[in-house]
């Protein structure tokens, strides 16, 4: 029986990121969701508005024997900007912030000597805006959100956005591909 552990981040369009960790092995689950601010089950079209707090987050599942925690944020920091504050792309707003929740004290010891590291690597042009903040309630997505890339592939935004990430990613990362 595998371990299981709960990773949880946000950096910009949800869409963008399960499509990432979906390829990954070690990942067992990944869902699309809101957390952060204060409004309790929050909708789609409340979150888009920017007035809840709640940034758009994966929580992902993952057997920490097969894939680290450092690894899934190694992917993280190539998969957005966390240096743009409140935005990513021309997607802006807080509900798009950087931001890693952690589960547990370890979780923020990694969280904060990876963002070190490579802020310390030049790897950005500018600095990390990425919060560090122990994990609130996750509020799952509407089901609609749910492998939104796998299942719309041609959409536009899909296309112009998503489908450029996964690709660079994929490029980058293909020792932790599934096989």
Not at 34 to 54: F, L, M, Q, R, S
């Amino acid at each position: 029986m595998s371990t299981r552990e709960i990773a949880t981040l946000g950096g910009g369009c949800f869409w963008c990121l399960e499509a990432v960790y979906d390829q990954l092995k070690g990942v067992l689950d990944v869902r699309s969701g809101y957390a952060g601010g204060p409004k309790p089950n929050p909708t789609y079209k409340e979150v888009c508005n920017g007035d809840t707090g709640h940034a758009e987050v994966i929580r992902i599942a993952f057997d920490p024997e097969v894939i680290t925690y450092r690894q899934l944020l190694e992917v993280f920091f190539s998969i957005h900007d966390p240096t743009t504050l409140n935005r990513q792309g021309n997607d802006i707003g807080t509900q798009y912030r950087s931001v890693v929740f952690t589960h547990t004290d370890a979780q923020a010891a990694v969280a904060r000597a990876v963002i070190s590291e490579l802020q310390g690597a030049g790897l950005w042009p500018g600095r990390f805006v990425t919060q560090v903040q122990p994990a609130p309630t996750f509020y799952e997505a509407e089901e609609y959100h749910q492998e939104y890339f796998a299942r719309n592939p041609s959409q536009g935004y899909c296309r112009v956005v998503v489908a450029p990430k996964v690709a660079k990613f994929r490029q980058k990362f293909t020792s932790l591909l599934r096989g």
